[in-house]
């Protein structure tokens, strides 16, 4: 027989049993509505999971309702600078970009660069992007048949919400480094309303904005390449040094692409099924728009007519894809040795042995999913490989597609060379405005196509030439290229290191190719592992010694080289060979300027002021220098133009306007050189073949008439 303390002490964990799950309900639900996003923040009360509910009358019941979101306790913090998909060196990278960072903690949804303004420890956090105008009640509890308590786990009043462009929140400076937290959609991120994205949907970026800065101000979006993040947050804005710089992570490295819907670790050996989301675009593209549209949390005024991409690597292919994918708003994008084609296969083995055509493969497996399955995206449905086919998309005139300036490497091993003159092709097949460039150059170095054009100083709300068949371009065929080691130099030929069974006769042969190597050799047969020249010695041949390897020589002799020491280094330069279907280097349209606003022949003329009504249209080309490959041989070239982003001038479909070339060399007295007419075609498009342009003065001018 138990006794009376043995009674009461019984009573007593029966009542501790009862009264704990009354205390451990969730409470002091809050919620409001800001930019298109409505937040919800509770009090946890120690459960795992917390469930969202929402409704257009008052909430007194969950047992006959289906949650619209599933969160994870511990929502109040970042997700992203906890990932453990990296491994060695790239761990330790991300690790240390968030290791004591104040804004890579503890969310913060309130304007303020006060920390204490954080999400407190035992806060949940919910954010959900407004799809459609509502007056809506909210709920939250942690279990899927818990009680309401009204006032306390549920909304007594709706949330007045509005749709809008998702925002962002000032929550952190240092010197002009601006960092802000934002939200992606939660229901594309989480589709199946369960919180559990392995980047989460809280984000950061930064933006770089200078003292003095130009108002309204261009802004540059900086995308990082694949092992450099941490330079990403640069405290000063470039290339724009008179606007604004912003820059964000790819956190899992999807080349600002997206991943698998299903993927939780990057670094898995197998390849996701099943869809693919363009999760890095759309945050990225997110951001960009809200800055863009110069609201009031951002402490700028941006000139929404002056966006700007640019990236190297990993960036380049993600400049290269958003300028070619998001032309409606970005004006142009600088692309240094950037993929334009993700869906290259290694099967296509169009060398030796030893190239790959695709040397990231494996990773875009991990990602998105293997080349032969061809996952479909949230975009229509479309193959991945489909949507990261550059070649593809821009051969349609209809895409809208930024200014774009890109260059690779011929000598370059990491990124694709293979079929980059299709690439470009079909640009001028969609007849978009590009300028391109490819030098003897590895992956280290940053390139850009030379134009005299600058990229960051067009505007989106001016007129801009869509150029093709210039007769000043470097003759590259496909961009069929292979390299590799030296066994045996002789007078006329090479002995390589494998065996060659492509005919590559009449394309050019490079021994010791880098920048400085400005002689080449016509091939002129092929036997085995011997490749022939068609004429010159390539014993008497002396490739370039760079100015690193003289600084090495000078470092190890301790002293200058002697002219003997020169020639040997030479000599040892002998030991690589470049093979291409064309120059080793050159540019496509990187020869042509023309006159705008921020870019001006003569800022005292109105004579090279592009003009665009609805009768006529005008702009002034001339000859330039390029950085590269300087001027162009000739005193004039011809090029087939194609007005583009015109706002005023747009004739009828199969009309005929009529085209004036206007010599402006001598400024003073202008002559009419060639004029005649053409129909505009099916796309309402005016293209002008073979128009003459020269060098001197203010070069020569456009004019075309519509009837219209």
């Not at 129909?679 to 002008?688: F, H, R, W």
């Amino acid at each position: 027989m138990k006794t009376q303390v043995e009674l009461l002490f019984a009573v007593l964990l029966t009542l501790a049993g009862c009264i704990s799950p009354a205390s451990a309900e969730v409470q002091d639900l809050r919620a409001f509505c800001r930019e298109g996003q409505t937040f919800l923040t509770w009090q946890e009360d120690g459960s795992d999971w917390y469930y969202v509910y929402s409704s257009s009358t008052p909430i007194k019941n969950v047992a006959d309702r289906k949650w619209i979101a599933k969160i994870p306790k511990g929502s109040n913090r970042f997700r992203f600078p906890h990932l453990t998909s990296y491994k060695g060196h790239a761990a330790k990278i991300y690790s240390q970009l968030f290791e004591g960072k104040p804004w890579a903690d503890r969310i913060q949804i309130e304007s303020s660069l006060d920390s204490s303004k954080s999400l407190p420890e035992g806060t949940g956090l919910f954010v959900r992007t407004v799809k459609k105008n509502a007056a809506t009640y909210y709920a939250v509890t942690s279990g899927e048949d818990a009680a309401i308590k009204a006032s306390q786990n549920a909304l007594l009043k709706t949330v007045d919400e509005q749709t809008g462009l998702p925002g962002a929140t000032l929550v952190y400076k240092e010197k002009n480094l601006h960092y802000f937290v934002f939200f992606t959609d939660f229901d594309v991120w989480n589709a199946d309303g369960i919180d559990d994205h392995m980047h989460g949907y809280a984000h950061v970026f930064a933006a770089s904005i200078p003292e003095v800065v130009a108002t309204p101000a261009p802004l540059a979006v900086r995308l990082h390449a694949y092992s450099a993040w941490g330079g990403v947050f640069m405290p000063y804005s470039y290339p724009v040094n008179d606007g604004v710089s912003i820059a964000m992570f790819d956190y899992s490295l999807t080349w600002w692409f997206g991943h698998g819907e299903s993927l939780k670790n990057t670094e898995q050996d197998s390849a996701p099924v099943g869809k693919v989301v363009n999760y890095t675009e759309q945050r990225l593209m997110q951001v960009v728009r809200w800055v863009a549209s110069s609201p009031k949390a951002f402490p700028a005024q941006i000139d929404g007519s002056r966006i700007y991409v640019l990236g190297g690597s990993m960036g380049g292919s993600g400049t290269n894809h958003i300028t070619c994918k998001q032309g409606d708003l970005v004006t142009s994008g600088q692309a240094s040795k950037g993929y334009t084609d993700w869906s290259l296969s290694n099967e296509l083995k169009p060398y030796v042995a030893n190239n790959r055509v695709n040397v990231f493969l494996g990773d875009f497996h991990r990602k998105y999913g293997k080349l032969e399955d061809n996952n479909p995206t949230n975009l229509g449905g479309k193959g991945v490989y489909d949507v990261l086919n550059l070649t593809s998309w821009v051969s349609d005139p209809e895409a809208k597609v930024g200014y774009l300036e890109t260059a690779n490497g011929s000598i370059d091993g990491v990124i694709p060379f293979w079929g980059l003159a299709k690439f470009w092709d079909a640009l001028e097949e969609g007849k978009h405005p590009y300028s391109s460039a490819w030098a003897q150059a590895g992956h280290a170095s940053r390139l850009g196509s030379g134009s005299p054009m600058i990229f960051h100083k067009l505007r989106s709300d001016e007129s801009i030439p869509a150029m093709a068949n210039a007769s000043c371009n470097s003759p590259l065929r496909y961009g069929y290229r292979f390299m590799g080691r030296i066994e045996k130099v002789m007078k006329d030929g090479i002995k390589i290191d494998n065996a060659i069974t492509h005919d590559i006769k009449g394309m050019t042969l490079v021994v010791g190719p880098s920048g400085l190597t400005k002689q080449w050799f016509r091939i002129a047969s092929v036997e085995g592992d011997i490749i022939r020249i068609a004429e010159g010695d390539l014993l008497a041949f002396k490739p370039p010694v760079t100015a690193w390897q003289k600084s090495e020589l000078k470092r190890k002799l301790i002293r200058e080289p002697t002219e003997k020491e020169l020639n040997e280094q030479a000599d040892k330069n002998k030991t690589k060979y470049l093979v291409v279907d064309g120059d080793p280097e050159g540019t496509r349209n990187g020869h042509i300027a023309w006159s705008t606003s921020l870019q001006n022949f003569d800022k005292n003329s109105s004579d090279d002021d592009i003009v665009d009504t609805e009768k006529k249209w005008g702009m002034s080309f001339r000859l330039g220098r390029n950085q590269y490959f300087g001027q162009w041989k000739k005193e004039t070239a011809t090029v087939d133009i194609t007005p583009r982003r015109c706002r005023l001038f747009k004739p009828a479909i199969s009309t005929r306007v009529h085209w004036e070339n206007w010599d402006y060399s001598n400024a003073q007295e202008p002559a009419k050189v060639a004029e005649g007419d053409v129909t505009v075609d099916q796309y309402g498009l005016v293209t002008v073949p073979t128009f003459l342009i020269g060098n001197k003065g203010l070069g020569n001018r456009l004019v075309l008439t519509s009837s219209r």
